[in-house]
């Protein structure tokens, strides 16, 4: 059966202490809460998470979203290297995501929703794996906090929207830009 393979991708620099960290916090669990809800109808979900400040880390190996447990998320502090996330989430797509073949069908598109103030302190765009993400994956940004860059999170070529304006119908929206396929 397919996957929907659904990355969480979470800014933990310094720029995101307080207001910000809580909106994402609290918008990752009407996330989850929402695909756990949803699993029935869609079939097997998988999830990972990804943190990255000065450094990226897999805070959460890719694995069943039944298999999931909550997780600690503060800031670390530090710049906000997204260059390094990109590095690393490509990494992990190739890892774990199934690619169809004449026999099998693979996975469906990962769904990465990005968690971030776009603050970016490195030159993520140069970044070759940018590419990768943006043509092989659906990618939301959710702007957290009260002081945003936008122009940041839009050059993603994803969809951006406020973590203050996040509901359940939002939520399943975004699974409905899931093509089905990689």
């Not at 059966?1 to 991708?9: A, E, W």
């Not at 809460?33 to 990972?48: E, F, N, T």
């Not at 659906?138 to 994803?158: H, P, R, Y």
Request: charged share 15%.
């Amino acid at each position: 059966m397919q996957r929907l393979p659904v990355y969480l991708v979470f800014d933990t620099s310094a720029s995101m202490y307080g207001a910000a960290m809580e909106s994402a916090v609290e918008v990752s669990g009407l996330v989850i809460k929402q695909l756990r809800a949803l699993q029935p109808k869609l079939g097997i979900i998988w999830i990972g998470i990804i943190t990255f400040e000065t450094k990226s880390v897999e805070k959460v190996k890719f694995c069943p979203i039944d298999d999931f447990s909550p997780f600690d998320l503060q800031p670390i502090g530090g710049i906000s290297c997204f260059g390094a996330a990109i590095d690393l989430l490509s990494q992990t797509i190739d890892r774990d995501c199934q690619l169809p073949i004449p026999s099998q069908d693979g996975d469906w598109r990962p769904l990465v929703i990005l968690f971030s103030d776009g603050a970016f302190s490195d030159n993520w765009q140069s970044n070759p794996h940018i590419s990768v993400i943006t043509n092989h994956s659906t990618v939301i940004s959710i702007a957290c906090g009260n002081e945003l860059d936008e122009f940041q999170l839009g050059k993603l070529g994803s969809f951006v929207f406020h973590a203050e304006n996040i509901s359940i119908d939002l939520i399943n929206s975004f699974i409905k830009l899931t093509p089905w396929n990689l």
